[in-house]
């Protein structure tokens, strides 16, 4: 994990999902609470409801895309309530270890803190409630409120006009290499993989991106 340019440094851009929440939550419910709920809902095991091709191939298809992300898309296309069963496990979600440190040392510094998300707003409010974050960010951006996910580099051109950042003076930090390659087609400087976004996960290989790997040594240097 290298040292961080804290002086070419103003803004500093946060995924949520993995990055600075446990993905535990997210992969919990897309892999197993949601499957056993739609097996529940249309008479099915659950080995039938991931086998029958209904669920696997809809993810898959909409994967990356807005869609995805979309709890509205979501309760339409699979006829549930997503946002009541994401409340019956609201209590998985947790916030990455020093992850509340790192955030106030950056407000401290006088840096611009922008979190931006591919979570729907519904989402999005439901982990404020369990975790005060709110307080530590300039802006709180959902790639819903300009109709592209962060995996498009017109989400970028929508972020740049509203939020105002220097990509070359940016930092940005997410869990996605997809996403992460995105904004570096985008010309995002400073950019950071997560190698274990779900504590109950394996480690992942974040290929040809340094990887955060404990945010109180991403303060060495921060004035």
């Given at each position: 994990m290298p040292t961080l340019p804290w002086s070419a440094i103003d803004t500093v851009l946060l995924d949520m999902d993995g990055t600075?929440?446990?993905?535990?939550?997210?992969?919990?419910?897309?892999l197993e609470h949601l499957p056993q709920r739609y097996a529940e809902r249309n008479g099915l095991s659950r080995a039938e409801a991931e086998a029958d091709?209904?669920?696997e191939p809809l993810f898959r298809e909409h994967a990356g895309q807005l869609n995805w992300?979309?709890?509205?898309?979501?309760?339409?296309?699979?006829?549930?309530?997503?946002?009541?069963?994401?409340?019956?496990?609201?209590?998985l979600i947790s916030?990455?270890?020093?992850?509340?440190?790192?955030?106030?040392?950056l407000r401290q510094a006088g840096k611009r803190v922008a979190l931006i998300t591919n979570a729907h707003r519904d989402s999005l409010s439901?982990?404020?409630?369990?975790?005060?974050?709110?307080p530590y960010f300039d802006r709180l951006i959902s790639s819903h409120d300009?109709?592209?996910?962060?995996?498009?580099?017109?989400?970028?051109?929508?972020?740049?006009?509203d939020f105002g950042f220097d990509p070359q003076r940016s930092l940005f930090i997410d869990d996605s290499l997809p996403i992460l390659r995105s904004a570096r087609a985008y010309g995002v400087a400073h950019l950071l993989a997560?190698?274990?976004?779900?504590?109950?996960?394996?480690?992942?290989?974040t290929e040809e991106f340094a990887a955060q790997e404990?945010?109180?040594?991403?303060?060495?240097?921060?004035?």
């Amino acid at each position: 994990m290298p040292t961080l340019p804290w002086s070419a440094i103003d803004t500093v851009l946060l995924d949520m999902d993995g990055t600075l929440l446990d993905l535990h939550f997210d992969n919990h419910f897309w892999l197993e609470h949601l499957p056993q709920r739609y097996a529940e809902r249309n008479g099915l095991s659950r080995a039938e409801a991931e086998a029958d091709a209904v669920l696997e191939p809809l993810f898959r298809e909409h994967a990356g895309q807005l869609n995805w992300y979309c709890l509205d898309f979501w309760s339409r296309e699979l006829d549930l309530s997503i946002r009541e069963l994401k409340h019956e496990v609201a209590h998985l979600i947790s916030l990455r270890p020093h992850a509340d440190t790192f955030l106030a040392a950056l407000r401290q510094a006088g840096k611009r803190v922008a979190l931006i998300t591919n979570a729907h707003r519904d989402s999005l409010s439901l982990k404020l409630e369990r975790i005060e974050l709110a307080p530590y960010f300039d802006r709180l951006i959902s790639s819903h409120d300009y109709g592209y996910p962060k995996e498009d580099a017109r989400f970028w051109s929508a972020l740049q006009a509203d939020f105002g950042f220097d990509p070359q003076r940016s930092l940005f930090i997410d869990d996605s290499l997809p996403i992460l390659r995105s904004a570096r087609a985008y010309g995002v400087a400073h950019l950071l993989a997560v190698r274990h976004p779900d504590s109950r996960g394996q480690v992942r290989d974040t290929e040809e991106f340094a990887a955060q790997e404990d945010y109180r040594r991403l303060l060495e240097g921060l004035p």
